[in-house]
């Protein structure tokens, strides 16, 4: 049954600008925030370079990651509106259908998920989470998956027929209003280069759905970040269908909202080539990255975003060290649950090495 959470507030947040200030939509408070930037010493020594991680990992820890900044905003709407169901859909270890059906249920709202894939045998990394949270799963098979917003509309339908007031959150959260989130992160980002009083010459993140990086360069434009770059590696389909992706959900943040920038489309650059075997697979060195930094540095990546992502800036980096500047920053969008859903591959590269080490 849904019932009234009173816990969280709403946000408002201004961003002045040198002529004007800008308001944004009301947001609910659910994300830890500012999340800490610290050193990647390790990997700087190994690069050259000074490398930064901002921990948006550390945003909350079932609901946690990129997701739930995109979420303060989406849950406002659903609340405003007096929802009490959310309907989102993802791959079967989506992060943002977990951080969906977990947040949902903070807030008293029934989650209602439509997963790419058939119901396993067993319940493994978020779909385990979501099944706790008794999420009421819908599937959809990879070959209707380009179907989908149809598919989520039948079901928003058949629920509200029922009488269940249901909102419909898109893959990834990453519409015009999830995507403004990312805006508030690289404001967190200004605020912490003005307290070093050093910029950032390049900025890297993950790229799955959009959003995340079209509200980075959202934030550029609006904050003026002129000194810094950014540049984001996908983890499926290709630059070009990105490039395309990010400009849309600019193009419609920025009329729907009204912010007053334009843009150059040649400032979204996405770096293709790390997608390796397919759309949640790791190669092997994105693996042997991921248990490296485990080993070196003590952060936790993960084999479907942040390990790709991360594979994909060190690649750049060592190609063209000079493209990209000494200061680095890589943003870390959490997702380290899929760990768990893919520990037999990483535990058959731990066997291997301790073999190596100890004979
Ligand atoms: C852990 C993690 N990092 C990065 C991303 C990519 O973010 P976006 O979907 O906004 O492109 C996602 C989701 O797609 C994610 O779950």
């Given at each position: 049954m849904a019932y009234e959470a009173t816990s969280f507030s709403f946000l408002e947040t201004k961003l002045k600008r040198e002529k004007d200030e800008i308001t944004l939509p009301?947001?609910?408070?659910?994300?830890?925030?500012?999340?800490?930037?610290?050193?990647?010493?390790?990997?700087?020594?190994?690069?050259?370079?000074?490398i930064f991680i901002k921990r948006d990992d550390l945003?909350?820890?079932?609901?946690?990651?990129?997701?739930?900044r995109k979420l303060e905003f989406l849950m406002a709407e659903a609340r405003e509106k007096g929802c009490d169901a959310v309907i989102t859909c993802g791959g079967i270890q989506s992060n943002h259908?977990?951080?969906?059906?977990?947040?949902?249920?903070?807030?008293?709202?029934?989650p209602i998920l439509l997963l790419r894939g058939e119901e396993p045998d067993s319940y493994q990394g978020n779909l385990l989470i979501n099944k706790m949270?008794?999420?009421?799963?819908?599937?959809?098979?990879?070959n209707d998956w380009p179907n989908h917003p149809t598919v989520m509309k039948e079901i928003h339908d058949a629920y509200a027929e029922q009488g269940w007031s249901p909102i419909?959150?898109?893959?990834?959260?990453s519409n015009e209003l999830g995507s403004l989130a990312y805006i508030l992160c690289e404001k967190e980002i200004q605020e912490f280069e003005k307290h070093q009083q050093k910029?950032?010459?390049?900025?890297f993140c993950a790229t799955g759905s959009g959003g995340t990086y079209a509200g980075l360069l959202l934030g550029k434009y609006l904050l003026n970040a002129d000194e810094t770059d950014f540049y984001?590696?996908?983890?499926?389909?290709?630059?070009?269908?990105?490039?395309?992706?990010?400009?849309?959900?600019?193009?419609?943040?920025?009329?729907?909202?009204?912010?007053p920038i334009s843009f150059i489309p040649e400032d979204i650059r996405i770096i293709d080539g790390f997608v390796g075997p397919g759309?949640?697979?790791?190669?092997?060195?994105?693996?042997?990255?991921?248990?490296?930094?485990?080993?070196?540095?003590?952060?936790?990546?993960?084999?479907?975003?942040t390990g790709k992502a991360l594979f994909g800036m060190k690649e750049a980096l060592k190609k063209a060290p000079d493209v990209f500047g000494d200061r680095i920053l890589f943003i870390h969008t959490g997702g380290v649950f899929a760990n768990f859903d893919q520990a037999s591959l990483l535990e058959q590269k731990i066997r291997n090495q301790e073999e190596r080490w100890w004979n």
């Open positions: 009301q947001r609910l408070q659910l994300a830890h925030l500012p999340t800490p930037i610290q050193s990647l010493p390790f990997l700087s020594q190994e690069l050259g370079k000074e945003t909350g820890f079932g609901v946690s990651g990129n997701k739930i259908a977990r951080a969906t059906a977990l947040i949902a249920r903070r807030l008293g709202l029934q949270c008794s999420a009421l799963v819908h599937w959809i098979s990879p419909i959150i898109p893959e990834g959260g910029t950032f010459d390049s900025v984001t590696i996908n983890v499926c389909d290709s630059d070009e269908y990105f490039e395309n992706r990010v400009k849309s959900l600019m193009i419609d943040s920025i009329r729907k909202h009204e912010l759309y949640g697979e790791a190669s092997e060195p994105q693996l042997d990255l991921i248990l490296e930094m485990a080993r070196m540095e003590g952060f936790l990546f993960d084999p479907v975003y």
